[in-house]
């Protein structure tokens, strides 16, 4: 929990602040969920390539949706409870390194998921042995 808690600081969304942060800011209602959350998804990835935002807003806590929330480029998101709010502040530094991450990652899992799995696969006879496990639960 601990390097959990740690982790959380680096990333300022996380960050419980004051309700005076959402002070001088317009309230946006989310609409209903999307039908279609993968076209959504690509719209506002486009969206966010293009530069295109409806600036800075304040969102209900029950309306803190990603659909809703990716439309600006900062929201004030009142904390379910109700003691202060989290800002999403856009990145693009970040969201281009995050992309090029996960890319990367995806990449390596399409060229060696099946290798891995053949092993697992074959290793599975011996996973599953009581022998196998007895070691890991008879630590001192």
């Known amino acids: ?3 959990a808690r740690k982790l959380r600081l680096e990333h300022p969304e996380t960050q419980l602040r004051p309700v005076s942060s959402a002070a001088q800011t317009r309230t946006v209602r989310s609409g209903p969920e999307p039908s279609r959350p993968g076209l959504v998804m690509a719209k506002r990835i486009a969206w966010h390539l293009l530069g295109k935002s409806h ?5 209900p806590a029950r309306d803190s949706e990603w659909w809703h929330v990716a439309l600006f480029d900062r929201a004030v998101v009142t904390d379910p409870s109700q003691e202060g709010v989290k800002v999403r502040q856009r ?3 970040l969201a281009r390194k ?3 991450e996960g890319a990367k990652v ?3 899992f ?3 998921a099946e290798q891995v799995a053949d092993e697992y696969r074959a290793a599975l006879p011996d996973l599953t042995t ?3 496990w007895t070691p890991r639960f008879n630590k001192s």
């Open 98 to 100: 995050l992309a090029t």
């Open 55 to 59: 600036g800075e807003v304040a969102v």
């Open 130 to 132: 009581t022998d196998s």
């Open 110 to 112: 399409r060229k060696e």
């Open 91 to 93: 990145d693009r530094a």
């Open 106 to 108: 995806l990449l390596r």
């Open 1 to 3: 929990m601990a390097a």
